[in-house]
């Protein structure tokens, strides 16, 4: 190990414990305060370079790494709540639809309209909901952006929306 290296690794073995209590105070779940960490050590070793020469401005160094990995960490947290909100809408309006057509003709119909949408949107759509990945595991699957995939997955969900109701024909093709 280098000085710059050993520098890094002492810093955090002294404030690791510091910086998880500040992190533990900020979530509500444990298991979220110690994937923050795990992420704030890791952006700390991946920019060490920017640590500051003395001890004291090294310290809140870190811990201004971890409140923004906590603020990315929440952000994330965020968006992942709001897409499951708007799927479980999505889903109930869908077993409502299933509940008035029976369930063989609108596995069908989602089949169907699934089948109908560009190759792109399809497979993303596929291995989220029929494969069990999140939409940031498929954007990796797939090889493209996770902002990529999220853009092509909510125009792929307005699409199978108006398929499914039959308000649209047609299907932008990206």
């Known amino acids: 190990m280098s000085a710059p290296d050993d520098r890094v690794a ?7 414990g510091d910086v998880l209590s500040y992190l533990r105070r900020r979530t509500a779940d444990p298991e979220d305060a110690a994937d923050v960490l795990s992420q704030t050590l890791t952006t700390a070793w991946r920019r060490s370079a920017d640590l500051p020469a003395d001890d004291e401005g090294a310290r ?3 811990f201004t790494v971890a409140r ?10 965020r968006r992942a709540d709001d897409l499951s909100a708007r799927l479980r809408s999505e889903l109930a309006a869908a077993q409502r639809i299933a509940d008035a057509a029976g369930p063989d003709r609108v596995a ?4 169907e309209a699934v089948g109908r949408l560009p190759a792109v ?10 494969d069990g990945f999140t939409l940031v595991e498929a954007a990796a699957v797939t090889g493209v952006p996770a902002s990529t995939a999220r853009t092509r997955y909510a125009t792929a969900r307005v699409a199978l929306a108006r398929l499914l109701q039959g ?5 932008r093709r990206e």
């Open 10 to 16: 002492d810093l955090l073995a002294r404030h690791a």
């Open 60 to 62: 809140r160094w870190l």
């Open 68 to 77: 923004g990995t906590l603020a990315n960490h929440r952000r994330g947290r």
């Open 108 to 111: 069908d119909a989602v089949r």
């Open 121 to 130: 949107q399809r497979e993303l759509v596929m291995l989220v909901h029929w």
């Open 167 to 171: 308000e649209s024909t047609t299907v």
